[in-house]
C-alpha cells in the first residue's frame, strides 16, 4: 500500500506555463508538506499544511501556490514556469503536534524548457 | 533560524569497513535529528533519529549520536554493504516551529563492493 503518492512523477514543460502536481496519503496524517530539491539535492522545506491550514510558508514566489481540499490532499500548483523551477518536488506528511518523522513521497521531476 | 552543516559531501568506503557522517546545527532550541536515506530516483526515508534528551541511539548496523553542548550529531554505519549506497541527509527541528526540518546537504555514500 502506497503511504505517500504524487503525480505526475514526471513533468516536462514549457516556460510560461501552468502546471499541478497531486500529492494525496493515505497514512492519517494531518500534518502535509512540500519541498524543493534542487539539482545540488539540497531540500528545503516550501509549505506545510496542518489539517487543510497552512502553517508554514516559506520564501516561495507567490507563483507556487498549494491547495489543501482535504487532510489527505495537499496539491502544488506553479504558475508561469520559469527554468528556475526544475527540479525535483516532494510531498511528506506527519502526525500533527510537536515532533514526528516526516513521510516522503517519491518526487515529482519538473523540467522547464 | 536553523543553519544545519554536514560533512563530507562525498563518502567511499570499502565493503565490510565503517561509514561516519557528521553535521552541525546552529539552534540550541533544536531537539529532534532524524536521518534519512535517499536511494537514487526515491524520496528520502526515515533509518534512524534521536531527540536531545538521548546521547546515542543504535538499530542494528546503524548509530547516531548527540552532543548537545557542541550541537553535532553523527551517523555510523558499521559493516557497510553495497546496499546502503545512498545519499544520506541529516536534519533538525524545534519544538514549537510546526515541524519544520531543516535539512543538511546530503553526503553521498558509495560503498565499493
Known amino acids: 500500500d502506497t503511504a505517500v503518492s504524487q503525480t505526475p512523477k514526471y513533468l516536462v514543460t514549457q516556460m510560461g506555463n501552468d502546471k499541478s502536481i497531486k500529492c494525496e496519503q493515505n497514512?492519517?496524517?494531518?500534518?502535509m508538506y512540500w519541498y524543493k530539491q534542487d539539482s545540488k539535492k539540497f531540500l528545503k522545506i516550501m509549505f506545510s499544511?496542518?489539517?487543510?491550514?497552512?502553517?508554514i510558508n516559506e520564501t516561495v514566489p507567490n507563483r507556487f501556490s498549494p491547495k489543501s481540499p482535504d487532510k489527505a490532499h495537499l496539491n502544488l500548483h506553479i504558475n508561469s514556469l520559469e527554468l528556475g523551477d526544475s527540479a525535483v518536488y516532494f510531498c511528506?506528511?506527519?502526525?500533527?503536534?510537536?515532533?514526528?518523522?516526516?513521510?516522503f513521497g517519491p518526487g515529482t521531476r519538473l523540467t522547464v524548457t | 533560524g536553523e543553519n544545519v552543516e554536514q560533512h563530507p559531501s562525498t563518502l567511499s568506503v570499502q565493503e565490510g569497513d565503517s561509514a561516519v557522517i557528521k553535521c552541525t546545527y546552529s539552534?540550541?532550541?533544536?531537539?529532534?535529528f532524524p536521518w534519512y536515506k535517499q536511494e537514487l530516483g526515491k524520496g528520502p526515508q526515515l533509518i534512524i533519529d534521536?531527540?536531545?534528551?538521548?546521547g546515542e541511539k543504535k538499530d542494528q548496523r546503524i548509530a547516531v549520536t548527540l552532543n548537545k553542548t557542541a550541537k553535532h550529531f553523527s551517523l555510523h554505519i558499521t559493516e557497510t554493504q553495497p546496499e546502503d549506497s545512498a545519499v544520506y541527509f541529516c536534519a533538525a527541528s524545534t519544538m514549537g516551529t510546526g515541524n519544520q526540518f531543516y535539512f543538511g546537504t546530503g553526503t553521498s555514500l558509495t560503498v565499493i563492493p
Open positions: 497514512l492519517g496524517h494531518d500534518t
Open positions: 534521536i531527540r536531545s534528551n538521548v
Open positions: 511528506a506528511s506527519s502526525l500533527p503536534g510537536q515532533i514526528y518523522e516526516q513521510y
Open positions: 539552534d540550541s532550541a533544536s531537539n529532534y
Open positions: 499544511y496542518n489539517n487543510k491550514e497552512l502553517i
